[in-house]
């Protein structure tokens, strides 16, 4: 798949590395090739003003400058930086006071957590493909705030306050997109156990975050069972991880059966089921022999 904005700059800003590493794994699946990284809110406006990006990413709670307030600043008008750039929000807390406050202060779009992968692709092509009009008012400075209803767009509504898009009868974690973002975020628990040393206690931390988001988007997505493998992993990390090396075998068979869950269907409960009951068993076993020893 061609991407005629593959060599466009995305900044994302957010600061936990995991979740910049995802956006960026997606992005990059959408074929955009120029990405990078702020981990707070000063290293943002830097980055903005000396790359010039074509698009932020930035969340609504991040050190030393919000979303919204990063927002603010560029539509007030920056050093060079354009009034114009289109800036994505991301927020835990899409309530209809905040996504007034967004609106208000200029954001482009928003993005609730956790987030699909489609998600992600759907509003940056959003601002690349179908920008809206720029406002430059007394009151107020940025993107137009209503939406282009043409007579005969048969598309998918993508702006604040849409309704979400289920197919009847479908649980929102069988989607694929929900799906595609389960799988990425099982991938990334298995790269960063292999690269996991004894004593490094800021890589395990990183990982048990990335357990924790991956147990956060199954729960918004309604399954259960994926937030259960997801805890019975956090919980043997929490309990064994500070006292000493995480055994290989342990993770491995809650990695495996994680991928596997993603793959079942909500028809195959008992085996989805099976599976998690087999983890749980698996981590009380090994933390009895801990504590006998």
């Not at 932020?56 to 400058?65: G, H």
């Not at 992600?120 to 920008?131: E, G, T």
């Not at 289920?166 to 960063?192: C, D, F, H, N, Y």
């Not at 988001?213 to 937030?227: F, I, K, N, S, V």
Request: one cysteine or more; aromatic letters at 6%.
């Amino acid at each position: 798949m061609s991407n005629p904005y593959r060599n466009s700059l995305i900044l994302i800003s957010d600061p936990y590395a995991q979740t910049r590493n995802l956006l960026s794994d997606v992005l990059r699946g959408a074929r955009f090739d120029n990405i990078m990284h702020a981990a707070d809110g000063e290293q943002l406006v830097h980055l903005t003003e000396d790359y010039d990006p074509r698009i932020v990413i930035t969340t609504s709670r991040i050190p030393k400058l919000s979303g919204l307030e990063y927002t603010r600043l560029v539509r007030a008008g920056y050093k060079k930086v354009p009034r114009e750039l289109s800036i994505i929000v991301m927020t835990n807390t899409p309530t209809k006071v905040f996504l007034d406050i967004a609106r208000d202060s200029g954001v482009d779009e928003i993005i609730v957590r956790p987030f699909t992968a489609q998600a992600i692709i759907d509003r940056v092509f959003a601002v690349l493909d179908s920008p809206r009009e720029f406002i430059d008012a007394a009151t107020y400075i940025g993107p137009c705030r209503r939406r282009r209803t043409a007579d005969d767009y048969q598309g998918p509504f993508r702006r604040f306050m849409d309704p979400i898009d289920e197919a009847e009868g479908t649980l929102p974690w069988e989607s694929e997109s929900a799906r595609q973002v389960v799988r990425m975020a099982v991938q990334k628990i298995s790269e960063g156990v292999a690269d996991l040393s004894a004593g490094d206690r800021k890589k395990l931390r990183e990982v048990f975050m990335m357990v924790k988001e991956t147990q956060a988007h199954a729960d918004e997505t309604r399954d259960a069972l994926m937030a259960a493998a997801a805890r019975s992993l956090a919980r043997y990390i929490q309990a064994v991880g500070a006292a000493g090396m995480l055994d290989q075998e342990t993770v491995k068979t809650h990695i495996d059966a994680m991928h596997t869950l993603g793959m079942l269907p909500s028809g195959q409960h008992d085996a989805r089921e099976k599976l998690v009951e087999g983890l749980q068993n698996l981590v009380d076993k090994k933390l009895g022999r801990i504590r006998a020893a």
